[in-house]
């Protein structure tokens, strides 16, 4: 099993920045890659950015590329999401999530076998 608790979502008003951080206990040898996907009010839960744990290949949807870079530090088995120039389209909840063998591809949510709680992130116009 893993363990993922995400940290760092609040409230920043648009053209801000803020850094998520996801940080994986347990069976952490086991993860091939690890994602961050979102769910913003009334949609459903969309692919934001992945990155491969090994050799830190990074993916990204084209809504944040250019804005948003993912990270991680596997020292600490902590993944990253440094988010600048926030627009109030970005408002979600923000889950990481870890997969130990990528099969369908690496932007599927059904892919993943670990999901984080989930911590907000709101964008004010």
Same mark, same amino acid.
């Given at each position: +099993?893993? +363990?993922? @608790?995400?940290?760092?979502?609040?409230?920043?008003?648009?053209?801000?920045?803020?850094?998520? &951080?996801?940080?994986?206990?347990? #069976?952490?040898?086991?993860? $091939? =890659?690890? /994602?961050?996907?979102?769910?913003?009010?009334?949609?459903?839960?969309?692919? @934001?950015?992945? %990155?491969?744990?090994?050799?830190?290949? *990074?993916?990204?949807?084209?809504?944040?590329?250019?804005?948003? *870079?993912? &990270? #991680?530090?596997?020292?600490?088995? !902590?993944?990253?999401?440094?988010?600048? &120039?926030?627009?109030?389209?970005? !408002? =979600?909840?923000?889950?990481?999530?870890?997969?130990?063998? %990528?099969?369908?591809? %690496?932007? #599927? $949510?059904?892919?993943? $076998?670990?999901? /984080?709680?989930? *911590? +907000? @992130?709101? @964008?004010?116009?």
């Amino acid at each position: +099993q893993v +363990q993922l @608790v995400e940290s760092g979502g609040g409230l920043v008003q648009t053209g801000g920045s803020l850094r998520l &951080s996801c940080a994986a206990s347990g #069976r952490t040898f086991s993860i $091939d =890659a690890m /994602g961050w996907f979102r769910q913003g009010p009334g949609k459903e839960r969309e692919f @934001v950015a992945a %990155i491969k744990w090994g050799g830190g290949t *990074t993916f990204y949807a084209d809504s944040v590329k250019g804005r948003f *870079t993912i &990270s #991680r530090d596997n020292g600490k088995n !902590t993944m990253y999401l440094q988010m600048n &120039s926030l627009k109030p389209e970005d !408002t =979600a909840v923000y889950y990481c999530a870890a997969d130990r063998y %990528i099969r369908l591809g %690496i932007r #599927r $949510d059904q892919d993943y $076998d670990y999901w /984080g709680q989930g *911590t +907000q @992130v709101t @964008v004010s116009s």
